[in-house]
């Protein structure tokens, strides 16, 4: 994969500071060239108001404050990566609440959310205390996502962790995480073809 103009924007959604997940995910970007900037969110430090569906009544207006930082550090992403313990099986609120805001943002005129986010790759780290089957569900969510969004899925980084700091003694998982960002294109889910007339949208 070429890194040279990559910039990779880690949102962080645990309600841990320096959890499992963010753990994993400093190892994963430590492997990154030098070359590929990174940017570092976490969510819960950027709060967002209950997101509301307005599709039927009213355009969504431009967002602001923390939404409109979020959008803006999105946009100017090429690779988003989801970072997350799983939480019943499921992403956490804050990575939640912050994928809802995709769909206010899809809707929001004169922004063309989508046609901005067409190529960007989307990757998941994720840690839990379970099988790796157990987070099948909150990957099969960003997958969804990913092909709605027609970006490529870079693919999910998993390690078993539940205590603090557990994920230190999850030797394969720090191993994989050297090479989880430094695929061959090749190597990468690619692009989706192009959207079928009848497709899953979210919200529907």
């Given at each position: 994969m070429d890194t040279a103009a990559r910039r990779f924007l880690f949102l962080l959604s645990s309600?841990?500071?320096?959890?499992n997940s963010e753990q994993l995910a400093y190892c994963a970007a430590h492997h990154l060239p030098e070359?590929?900037?990174?940017?570092?969110l976490?969510?819960?430090?950027?709060?967002?108001p209950y997101f509301v569906d307005m599709r039927h009544h009213t355009p969504y207006p431009p967002p602001t404050?923390?939404?409109?930082?979020?959008?803006?550090?999105?946009?100017?992403?090429?690779d988003v990566v989801i970072v997350a313990p799983l939480y019943w099986?499921?992403?956490?609120?804050?990575?939640?609440?912050?994928?809802?805001?995709?769909?206010?943002?899809?809707r929001t005129p004169g922004l063309e959310f989508r046609e901005q986010m067409r190529g960007k790759t989307l990757w998941s780290i994720v840690v839990s205390s379970g099988e790796l089957a157990e987070a099948?569900?909150?990957?099969?969510?960003?997958?969804?996502?990913?092909?709605?969004?027609?970006?490529p899925w870079g693919g999910m980084?998993?390690?078993?962790?539940?205590?603090?700091?557990?994920?230190?003694?999850?030797?394969?998982?720090?191993?994989?995480?050297?090479?989880?960002?430094?695929?061959?294109?090749?190597d990468l889910v690619k692009m989706p073809s192009p959207m079928p007339k009848m497709?899953?949208?979210p919200q529907d």
């Open positions: 309600t841990r500071r320096m959890g070359h590929a900037t990174q940017q570092w976490h969510l819960q430090d950027y709060p967002l404050g923390n939404a409109q930082l979020l959008l803006e550090a999105t946009l100017a992403a090429t099986y499921s992403l956490p609120v804050h990575a939640k609440h912050y994928l809802d805001y995709w769909s206010a943002w899809l099948a569900p909150l990957e099969a969510s960003l997958v969804l996502t990913a092909n709605y969004m027609q970006m980084l998993y390690g078993t962790g539940s205590r603090p700091n557990d994920i230190q003694d999850d030797a394969p998982a720090l191993e994989r995480a050297k090479s989880f960002f430094l695929q061959a294109e090749s497709q899953i949208s």
